[in-house]
């Protein structure tokens, strides 16, 4: 039996937000329901998020509403505050995402708080979701290189990663938020959280600015991750991550993993469409 590397569908959440255009929340629930036919286990689907911050994300909770869910999937939302926290519960998220950086410049940037605030303010998220019974899970961007302090050292993403582990997270997913890694400084980044944590409770969430991701997954591979983030379309970038572009697409990261023998246990046919869907709401076909 071939061994299963899952992908955790970040299109309608990583892969919109950063749209110009805004885009209507039925376009984003027609995305959803397709993607829920799809084979994925896990779909991003939006943010609970200030709106001021991330326009695009503001109707989070009619997006919720709208979506026809599947029994097995899990339907996530990013929560940066007890605010979303509480939009999410009432949207009946089966999980949240809490996000910190691994370094100053981008948690500035992208939470207008230092990466000691923000924990502290992440910490009430965690703490109600385990009393409702939430899962959470946890993101450290910048993992790599970080588009205002230059390179982030391993250490430090190490030591993020631990702080969300320790407040209950269930998986740590490691962004390359602006797509600068490269095989050797994942493989060193890595190798410094694997001290922390097992590769079972991390993932990969690598953007392609640079067209390394696929390789990027490879190291990742090669240190045991079985997780990786991906959005269909290759769509996406974060607002307050200057140059960041779009996540490794969904489509190309599963024909990677089956050139490599594994299985994603994905409809391609499906993503196929998906992924021209995904596209034209870019410019609103
Ligand atoms: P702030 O301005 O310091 O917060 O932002 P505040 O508490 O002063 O609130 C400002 C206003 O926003 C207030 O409204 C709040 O009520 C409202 P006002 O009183 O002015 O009318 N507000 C909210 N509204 C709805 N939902 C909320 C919420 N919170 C506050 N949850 C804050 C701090 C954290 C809120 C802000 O910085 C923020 O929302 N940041 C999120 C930015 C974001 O979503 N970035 C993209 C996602 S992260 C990402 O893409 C990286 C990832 O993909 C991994 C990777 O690639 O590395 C995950
Ligand atoms: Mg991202």
């Known amino acids: ?21 805004l885009i209507p929340a039925g376009e984003k629930i027609a995305l959803v329901d397709l993607l829920s036919t799809a084979g994925f286990r896990r779909i991003e689907v939006t943010s609970f998020v200030s709106p001021k911050w991330v326009p695009q994300m503001a109707d989070a909770a009619q997006v919720m509403a709208g979506i026809r869910r599947v029994p097995g999937i899990s339907y996530a939302v990013l929560t940066p505050n007890m605010k979303g926290y ?6 009946a998220a089966d999980e949240v995402a809490i996000f ?18 923000s924990l502290q303010r992440l910490a ?17 961007s910048v993992v790599t290189d970080c588009p205002f302090d230059g390179p982030t050292p391993p250490e430090n993403v190490a030591r993020v990663a631990a702080a969300l582990r320790d407040m209950g997270c269930y998986e740590i997913s490691l962004g390359d938020t602006i797509g600068q890694g490269r095989p050797d400084t994942i493989d060193a980044m890595l190798s410094a959280v694997l001290q922390e944590l097992p590769a079972g409770q991390l993932a990969g969430h ?25 959005a269909v379309g290759g769509l996406g970038g974060c607002p307050y991550a200057p140059g960041a572009k779009g ?20 409809d391609m046919a499906v993503i196929d469409k998906a992924a021209d869907m995904a596209r034209a709401m870019r410019v609103g076909a």
């Open 1 to 21: 039996m071939a061994e299963t590397v899952e992908i955790f569908e970040m299109g309608p959440r990583d892969g919109l937000q950063n749209e110009k255009r």
């Open 86 to 91: 509480d939009g999410a519960k009432q949207a």
């Open 100 to 117: 910190a950086s691994a370094s100053e410049g981008f948690s500035k940037a992208n939470l207008n708080a230092t990466i000691a605030e």
């Open 124 to 140: 009430p998220v965690a703490e109600a979701a385990r009393a409702d019974g939430i899962p959470v899970r946890g993101y450290v």
């Open 206 to 230: 690598y953007h392609d600015t640079s067209g390394r991701a696929l390789q990027n997954i490879e190291a990742s591979l090669a240190r045991g991750l079985r997780v990786f983030d991906a």
């Open 247 to 266: 996540n490794v697409a969904t489509e190309a990261v599963a024909a990677y993993l089956a050139s490599q023998g594994y299985q994603t246990g994905l």
